[in-house]
């Protein structure tokens, strides 16, 4: 986005796109942040769950289905363990290499949005919906919002697979374009891990979920 | 000063071929007139478009306060009804705050902080179009409710079907700037159609998504003005010589970034809660509407410093100027800035000391609360110490700069006996806080706007303001503001609650509420007449020289208009205030050999950061009009996103493109231009 | 330069002459006014604030003085302006510790009677259930201070009114017997208001008694509060609820405590009867056929109404009406009281003035209609206002039609209402 030469000094040395960067991830984490602490707020003011379209209470442990958050997790982590490849090959002008890894990224970001609109649908026919409980407004929004970032990383890292050939990513400049969208990427994963562990894992501490909701009944 | 002749006619702005971008499209870097003001991206011109549309919407804000102030003026006036009062009082707050004070003192981050770090622009020009941009679309936006309300009473729409099945007709938003849920949102179960019972109609749309598009601005251009701070700042320039308003830019900047994410989230949910019938905030399905007061106030109170830091910053160049002093006690100043900084994120729930805390969480923000008053006290200290053993000169700026510490000294105290939560319990919600948060806003903050516009206007257009009518118009600014906020301290004591558009007569409010009336006029015509002076002087005014105030930051050093490049050479800069030492026999500036016979790069303007905003702007009339229910609106809603996106697009694929522009020859600067004020 | 001081003189003087004229005891004492406490709660809060302004004044002297002097005193003077610049200090780090100092000290002056006060007003007096002696005490058996429960009214906001239930003393939805917009109490009790909201969020204040505390739905807040003083006060909801926001005004009355239990037992009792064959009577039977009832309770004539909106029972006992603006006092006798300083006294009911509430209010809307069916009294008088049955459900989104009546059908009505005492 900058106009100024990608190589000018700057006072800190870091370069402009990527304090950028870092400034807007800080904010992110604010947004994110705010997220969270609405959806762990109510989450403790209503230990219980959800009650669906019948009346039935319903419980988030048989609610989740916790191998398949478990493995989209472990495919969201890998694909941050290839962008690192990636902004590697990148440095070294490897370009070729740099494809095969972003590519990989790319896939395993679809995958984990499949993953996600899966749940969702999955949930929603379970009967937690938007409208029927706090809780099914802060998960979907939070998980949402999350996985907004996510899709827009997957456009982001396409984009940029292009560009690899038409030139755009030589030199310097090619190579902290790429970087400034890992550390995006790097930032949606972390986020991921902590909504992981706040939002799904939680769950499962100790017979009762952490928030003492009772045994789950069905 | 080196710059004899001034930066070369826009036509000779390179000798270059004009670069075609990857899908052959060309930069407007030719353009003049109207095109140019568009396409720029010169943060100078920039920061004049900021400052004229923030003046416009703060004459538009102004207006409203008046309206508000004549239904108050006697006993159950019926000069407007109580809808309408309440849209004006909404408007008045939000338009004031974010389409009046941040925009002004954005124009002055834009229009200096290049300028008092050395550099040429701020790190990235286009996102800084889209940042005015996207406020001045997200300002109309928000304004074309009152089109609507307009429309509405006016009965323009009566034919139409989806306005004859409207439940809620309020147009223009009338739940306050801090649009407490649940009036804002919704109660009861959705229906089919995803809708829950709400208790207000499309002007709360309207405000949830301005709001949340002059949030991107503001983000957008904090990032930006962090990272010029930060990263472009002339060799010599170290943090602990940036001048204060620099600083003060700074932190309002980190302030921007760490307060507003909470009030997008905030905005989101509401809008959630209205359009999905989600439950953040609908108490019937267990939603927290104290929660809303939570988030906003996360955001409202370090927004509260993102108005005022500015101006202290201001003024904190200003008393020095014309004290002929340097700050006193740069560092505290510096550090307390900071300090308010952190703990204006820790004092939020002093807005809610009425809601039920707790005594813990009562006692803690009151203690919190008493405890910000030390670093601001801290500045107030200093600005007196640097007037003392100085030699004070009496110019609009500094009158309007002694204005700005007394009025903000009486505000502080009147902050210091909310700080205590058992008086706040008898003043929160009345005219007492109206009061204070004026004495602060206006006797502060606005105070010491006008006191940067006649302070640095020499320096943006090379004219100086008419001084007889700067007197006059500061005179009645303050006089008539002291006339309309004062009474308001006795009127909150003796009960009277804000946001009531009508009061009975026999609670003897009658007399003072008709003195700050007309105390509110007096204001207005002030504030018009400093503005119209401003104005007026732009086009009209008589020439000045290029440092008439004898001042001390870098900004003086170059010549008034400053030209496109800024400076010839980049400066190097051996201490703080480094003009005022380089003309009084400190150390000299000095410049780097980067201006040259080869010219100054300068970044090419572009469409694109108009073209995104634009798609803000049709999002921003497309969703209240979706909720309304006028047909094809999501359609409107989807393409003003698709607008976004292709902008945001064209512009990653625009490159880099900029030209080189030749400057004067740059010799080391002479002797100082010899200073003479303005008396 | 000189000729700016000279500005300033007059304008400090007249701010003083402001200050001063704005001294005098008697402007304080106005209806709602938070400077004259008439309860240990508001005297708490007034001290705290007191304590602040004391301070403010204290530092006012020191700064604004410190300020002026410094412009003063170090105005440029003729023909300095092109000496060489003063001497360029750059701050002297011991005074500023030293200030900085000097300003915690300050604040922990106000700080202490701060933490005091706000534990003092979270706190509630005597806050013990066991053997209540509370039913005994308020028929007047045992003595007000020997009665050691606290007496709790459960307030409840609503747009644009208040209701008011004394759940100890069985008037309560339940009971189909509450009390809207004139909150009685007995003098020197301590009372626990628990405040709800069945809409948005409203704010429960009376200045002469206490700070305000807001009412926050799917929240339980309370306060407590006691008046050391038998009068009328003035209340109003603080916090900003919609349209009709400024006209959410409330009484409390508070009563001697053997007033206070005749009161209580005047609240349980069904209404009184009106004459057969009277207008009255006649205004009873259309309270029900234009679906008055529908909303409004009549203790012993219509209680089926799950109390949407206000209880009329004894409505025509209150002082006033409409969420307490409809004053139903002459304004003159009670212009003459509040004149003497002494807004706790309250002028006697005018009928006139309150059968013509009655009339207007009921009739407003477009409600009272013309022979022609052209309505009489077309706007509302509280914009928003919940009061006529198709309003009702049009917020709801649904469409209902609309309810007329005629001037005669409306006198029928009033002369009812006025029977309710």
């Known amino acids: 986005m900058s106009d100024h030469a990608a190589a000018a000094p700057t006072s800190t040395g870091i370069d402009h796109k990527k304090l950028i960067m870092w400034l807007f991830l800080a904010s992110d984490c604010m947004f994110f942040g705010t997220l969270i602490s609405t959806h762990l707020l109510y989450r403790k003011l209503y230990p219980t769950g959800f009650t669906d379209a019948e009346g039935h209470e319903r419980f988030i442990q048989n609610l989740f289905d916790i191998e398949l958050t478990s493995f989209s997790t472990f495919i969201l982590l890998m694909s941050s363990f290839l962008m690192a490849l990636a902004v590697s090959a990148m440095h070294k002008g490897q370009v070729a290499s740099f494809r095969r890894n972003v590519l990989g990224v790319i896939a395993f970001g679809l995958v984990f949005l499949g993953c996600q609109v899966y749940e969702f649908t999955h949930f929603w026919q379970k009967g937690l919906t938007i409208q029927n409980s706090v809780f099914g407004s802060t998960f979907y929004v939070l998980t949402g919002t999350h996985g907004t970032h996510v899709a827009i990383g997957v456009l982001w890292l396409i984009l940029l697979y292009f560009y690899s050939f038409t030139g755009r990513l030589r030199g310097h400049g090619g190579a902290l374009d790429v970087e400034v969208a890992g550390l995006y990427w790097h930032f949606v994963d972390i986020v991921w891990i902590i909504i992981f562990t706040v939002v799904y894992l939680v769950e499962y501490l100790g017979p009762n979920g952490i928030w003492g909701a009772g045994l789950p009944l069905s | 000063m080196a710059h004899a002749a001034h930066h070369a006619p826009v036509a000779d702005k390179t000798e270059l071929p004009p670069e075609r971008s990857d899908i052959g499209l060309l930069r407007p870097d030719r353009t003049t007139g109207l095109l140019d003001w568009l396409t720029t991206v010169d943060h100078k011109k920039i920061g004049i478009l900021y400052g004229a549309f923030a003046m416009l919407f703060f004459l538009l804000g102004g207006v409203e306060a008046l309206a508000i102030r004549t239904q108050l003026a006697a006993p159950e006036n019926a000069f407007i009804s109580a809808r309408t009062y309440n849209q004006m009082f909404t408007m008045h707050g939000t338009t004031m705050i974010f389409l009046g004070v941040m925009p002004l003192s954005a124009a002055f981050f834009n229009f200096l902080v290049p300028l008092q770090i050395g550099a040429r622009d701020v790190a990235f020009p286009r996102l800084n179009a889209f940042s005015l941009w996207t406020f001045v679309f997200g300002a109309l936006a928000l304004n074309a409710s009152w089109v609507f309300e307009v429309g509405h009473l006016a009965g323009w729409f009566r034919d139409f079907a989806w306005y004859q099945s409207l439940t809620y007709t309020d147009f223009a938003p009338a739940n306050g700037w801090f649009s407490y849920a649940p009036l804002s949102g919704t109660f009861g179960q959705a229906d089919a159609a995803l809708h829950a019972p709400r208790f207000t109609g499309v002007g709360t749309d309207f405000w949830i998504i301005g709001i949340q598009i002059l949030g991107v601005a503001s983000l957008a251009a904090s990032f930006n003005f962090i990272v010029t701070i930060l990263n472009m700042r002339a060799p010599g320039m170290t943090m602990m010589r940036l001048p204060v308003f620099t600083w003060m830019t700074l932190v309002t900047a980190f302030l921007i970034i760490f307060a507003f994410p909470a009030i997008t989230v905030a905005l989101i949910q509401l809008m959630f809660d209205r359009t999905f019938g989600a439950n953040f905030f609908n108490p019937t399905n267990g939603g927290q509407p104290i929660l809303w007061q939570h988030l906003f106030w996360i955001f409202g109170h370090p927004e509260v410093y993102i108005l005022v830091l500015p101006a202290m910053g201001i003024v904190s160049e200003i008393l020095p100027t014309f004290s002929k002093k340097p700050l006193f006690g740069y560092p505290i100043i510096v550090f307390s800035g900071a300090v308010i900084g952190f703990l204006g994120f820790a004092v939020w729930s002093h807005h809610m000391f009425t809601t039920g805390l707790g005594p813990i969480p009562t006692a803690a923000f009151s203690l919190l609360t008493m405890a910000i008053a030390v670093p601001t006290g801290v500045k107030i200290f200093n600005w007196i110490g640097t007037i003392w053993g100085g030699r004070v000169r009496f110019t609009p700026p500094m009158v309007l700069s002694l204005g700005f510490i007394w009025m903000f000294m009486l505000g502080g105290f009147s902050g210091i006996m909310h700080s205590a939560a058992p008086a706040d319990a008898q003043q929160q919600d009345t005219y007492f806080v109206v009061a204070h948060f004026h004495y602060v806003l206006v006797g502060g903050v606005l105070l010491g706007l006008m006191a940067g516009l006649y302070f640095w206007f020499p320096k943006i257009f090379g004219r100086m303001p008419n001084a007889t009518v700067a007197y006059v118009a500061s005179g009645l600014v303050i006089f008539g503001f002291n006339m309309a906020f004062g009474p308001m301290h006795y009127l909150g004591l003796a009960g009277q609650p804000r946001r009531t558009h009508t009061y009975q007569a026999g609670y003897g409010w009658e007399d003072w509420n008709l003195v700050a009336t007309i105390g509110a006029f007096v204001l207005g015509i002030g504030v018009f007449l400093a503005f119209a002076n401003l104005a007026w002087t732009a086009f009209r005014g008589r020439r000045c020289e290029s440092d008439p105030w004898d001042a001390r930051t870098l900004e003086w050093s170059l010549p008034s208009p400053v030209p496109a490049y800024n400076f010839a050479q980049t400066p190097v800069v051996a201490t703080r205030d480094a003009w005022f030492a380089h003309k009084h026999g400190g150390p000299k500036v000095g410049a780097l050999d980067d201006g040259g016979p080869a010219g100054v790069h300068m970044p090419s303007q572009s469409w694109m950061p108009l073209l995104a905003s634009a798609g803000f702007l049709i999002v921003g009339l497309a969703v209240p009009m979706m909720a309304m229910g006028i047909p094809h609106a999501g359609w409107a809603v989807v393409s003003g996103l698709g607008v976004l996106f292709l902008g945001i697009w064209l512009w990653a694929l625009e490159g880099p493109g900029g030209y080189q522009l030749v400057t004067p020859a740059a010799t080391p600067s002479p002797a100082p231009a010899p200073a003479e004020a303005a008396r | ?421």
């Open chain 3, 1 to 421: 330069m000189t000729s700016v001081v000279r500005l300033l003189k007059p304008a400090l003087l007249a701010l003083v002459a402001l200050l001063a004229t704005g001294c005098s005891k008697a402007d304080w004492m106005v209806r709602q006014s938070a400077m004259d406490p008439k309860g240990p709660v508001s005297q708490v809060q007034f001290d705290v604030f007191m304590a602040t302004v004391w301070l403010a004044l204290v530092l006012f002297v020191l700064v604004g003085g410190a300020l002026v002097y410094a412009v003063v005193r170090y105005r440029e003077r003729a023909g300095q302006a092109d000496a060489p610049p003063p001497e360029q200090g750059h701050g002297n780090p011991l005074v500023e510790i030293g200030l900085i100092m000097a300003s915690v000290a300050a604040l922990v002056v106000i700080a202490i009677p701060t933490l005091e006060a706000i534990w003092y007003m979270e706190e509630i007096p005597a806050e013990r259930q066991p053997d209540s002696k509370l039913a005994a005490w308020y028929k007047g058996a045992v003595p007000a201070e020997a009665a050691d429960e606290v007496l709790t009214v459960d307030v409840v906001g609503k747009q644009w009114w208040f209701r008011f239930e004394y759940p100890q003393l069985g008037l309560t939805q339940e009971t189909k017997r509450t009390v809207p917009n004139e909150l009685v109490i007995p003098k020197g009790k301590v009372v626990r208001i628990n405040l709800r909201s069945e809409d948005v969020i409203h704010s429960f204040w009376v200045p002469k008694i206490a700070g305000k505390v807001d009412m926050i739905p799917g929240r339980r807040n309370h306060m407590w509060i006691q008046a050391d003083q038998a009068g009328h006060y003035y209340g109003q909801c603080a916090e900003f609820c919609g349209d009709s926001h400024a006209y959410m005004l409330f009484r409390v009355v508070v009563l001697e405590p053997a007033a206070f239990a005749a009161w209580v037992e005047s609240q349980k009792a069904p209404a009184p009867e009106p004459a057969p064959g009277s207008l009255a009577a006649k205004g009873k039977q259309l309270f029900a056929q234009k679906t008055c009832i529908m909303c409004h309770r009549v203790a012993g004539h219509y209680e089926a109404s799950a109390g949407f909106g206000p209880d009329l029972a004894r409505v025509a006992s209150r002082h006033t009406l409409a969420g307490a603006w409809l004053d139903h006092r002459d304004p003159a006798a009670q212009a003459a009281i509040d004149a003497k300083g002494d807004t706790e006294v309250s002028a006697p009911i005018d009928p006139a003035l309150q059968r013509r509430n009655f009339h207007d209010w009921i009739g407003s809307s477009g409600v009272l209609v013309d022979a022609a069916g052209k309505p009489l009294i077309p706007q509302d008088i509280k914009p928003g206002n919940r009061m006529h049955y198709y309003r009702m459900f049009n917020v709801a989104g649904l469409r209902e039609t609309k309810t007329t009546l005629t001037q005669e059908e409306l006198d029928a009505i009033v002369e009812y209402l006025m029977t309710l005492k």
